[in-house]
């Protein structure tokens, strides 16, 4: 959501193939649309002595800097599926204890319909459709989600990570740390 932004609220949606759909007028993801509003907010913030960068790091100071980074991993033909699998497979017998430093507190299983808090042991039911996909948080907010390519003979791993901002001035620090902590998590990982 673009806040102070000409008393409109906008809700954007995208994905990582960096498709990105603004209101329900396009029925699809566009750069046009995108593109456009994107311009109107670098006028309006400029003519307002600011920029979208200083109104995004406004943004991770009320709501923490998240930052991400996207893993894919190709593995051909039908040895290459199975392969897939075994991996996804493997994290659902064996589930990460940490994600990188930080202790996992549920892991989601989407093809079985289950979120288990690791902590407590208790379960409960994902009210999404059945899908081959792991996803594991931590008690710090971090995730990792692997899952294979619905289009591609790829795994995906998804690495979230995230940390409090208090000032304009902790942006380049806090930036490389979570850099660091992603590098950290792919290395651990190792697929």
Request: net charge positive; glycine share 6%.
């Amino acid at each position: 959501m673009i806040e102070d932004f000409p008393n409109q609220k906008f809700i954007a949606g995208g994905e990582e193939s960096y498709g990105l759909m603004i209101g329900d007028e396009v029925r699809d993801k566009d750069a046009i649309t995108a593109s456009l509003l994107a311009y109107e907010m670098m006028s309006f913030y400029k003519q307002n002595n600011t920029s979208v960068f200083h109104q995004l790091i406004k943004l991770y100071i009320k709501y923490g800097f998240y930052k991400e980074k996207l893993i894919s991993i190709v593995k051909e033909g039908q040895k290459g599926q199975k392969e897939i699998n075994d991996i996804i497979e493997h994290f659902r017998k064996t589930p990460l204890n940490f994600i990188g430093e930080s202790k996992v507190k549920y892991v989601c299983d989407y093809q079985k319909s289950i979120k288990k808090n690791i902590l407590t042991q208790k379960t409960e039911t994902i009210e999404l459709p059945k899908s081959n996909v792991i996803e594991f948080e931590s008690i710090d907010g971090y995730k990792l989600i692997l899952r294979p390519s619905g289009t591609e003979p790829k795994i995906k791993m998804y690495i979230s990570v995230n940390s409090k901002i208090q000032t304009i001035s902790e942006f380049k620090e806090v930036n490389l740390m979570l850099d660091a902590k992603l590098n950290e998590i792919v290395s651990k990982i190792n697929l």
